[in-house]
């Protein structure tokens, strides 16, 4: 039996469904490039003016037999101050280094040697029966230098008999620096010391090491000064015990903005940004005011076929037997 069916008369029917898309035109261009250009600039200079005012010292130590790093600081420095270590070329995020640990081991568990394969070949140390606590190549090699800062006291001068002065030096002053509280507590939370442990698993010093860095040049908290300093002239006091061979060690001192530490890349990237949009903008805009026909062409922003349909002579109400076909569905 053949059943004939006619193609209703409605907007799918029709082929004429309404399809909006945005209004592209030269003035909302125009407005939406203003505005980036306005924001990318702000931006910029409120990232770029904080940053170039950011106190900070960088002393490479690897390359010298000097331990001592001496430093002024012009004006008083009222903010905390963070005692940074610095690595290049030191891969934290090679896979090997970052799975080679036992989270379970972490958190106080007794783990039995069979399930501490990740951390091969850092499970038990020569021929002893006992594994590692902590296991792995990660905590084996946790950095181990460290770090004291000492203010300079002025020399004193005394007047003797014969008027020549004699000068007398006083040692230097340390500085306190607080090595707690410079981890989140929901990471302290997953390591857990245990006894016969090699390492202190729940200080800072280690969970800061163990989080791996995503690039192989990379900064981690050492200690942060919470006083901040008065004018006057510093040293840094390194006891070198970290080996490196191909990449370098660095001690950093530095203060912080609103966004962290310094990132004059940062502020400069969004200001190109900036001012990339504001030319694009200054061409769009010499095409709306100046060019040939004043302004660009509008866009349509939707099609309805409305048009379409009425050259077709198209009955809006019943439809119109020239268009419609017939379609013959066998069952």
């Known amino acids: 039996m053949v059943q004939k069916r006619e193609i209703p008369y409605n907007s799918a029917g029709q082929l004429t469904l309404k399809a909006l898309r945005p209004n592209c035109g030269s003035i909302p261009m125009f407005i ?27 002393y490479r130590y690897d390359n010298t037999d000097a331990k001592t790093f001496e430093f002024e600081v012009e004006e008083d420095i009222t903010s905390p101050l963070y005692i940074l270590y610095q690595l290049t070329n030191f891969y934290q995020n090679h896979r090997r280094f970052a799975i080679s640990r036992n989270y379970d081991q972490l958190l106080g568990g007794e783990v039995a040697q069979a399930d501490l394969q990740w951390c091969d070949p850092r499970i038990r140390k020569g021929l002893e029966v006992k594994s ?30 014969e008027e020549q002065q004699e000068e007398e030096i006083v040692d230097p002053t340390e500085i306190v620096l607080r090595k707690t509280d410079i981890v989140y507590a929901s990471d302290k939370e997953q390591y857990i010391n245990q006894e016969g442990s090699t390492q202190n698993i729940s200080s ?43 990449g370098t060690k660095s001690v950093v001192i530095t203060s912080r903005a609103w966004f962290g530490m310094k990132a004059t890349g940062l502020g400069v990237l969004y200001i190109i940004c900036g001012a990339i949009f504001a030319v694009i903008t200054g061409i769009i805009a010499w095409i709306i005011f100046t060019g040939p026909d004043k302004k660009l062409p509008k866009s349509v922003t939707s099609d309805t076929g409305a048009d379409q349909v009425e050259q077709q002579g198209i009955d809006k109400n019943g439809g119109s037997n020239s268009i419609q076909k017939e379609y013959q569905i066998h069952k």
């Open 32 to 58: 939406t490039l203003c505005i980036a250009t306005v924001f990318f600039l702000v931006c910029g200079i409120a990232v770029l003016a904080p940053s170039v005012s950011i106190f900070e010292k960088v």
């Open 132 to 161: 590692i606590l902590p296991c792995g190549i990660a905590a084996e090699i946790i950095f181990n230098d460290s770090f004291t800062l000492h203010k300079q006291t002025e020399m004193k001068t005394n007047e003797g008999e």
């Open 204 to 246: 800072d010093a280690f969970i800061m090491w163990m989080q791996p860095a995503a690039l192989p040049y990379f900064r981690k908290t050492y200690g942060v000064i919470d006083a901040g300093l008065p004018k006057g002239k510093y040293q840094i006091r390194i006891v070198d015990q970290y080996n490196v061979t191909s």
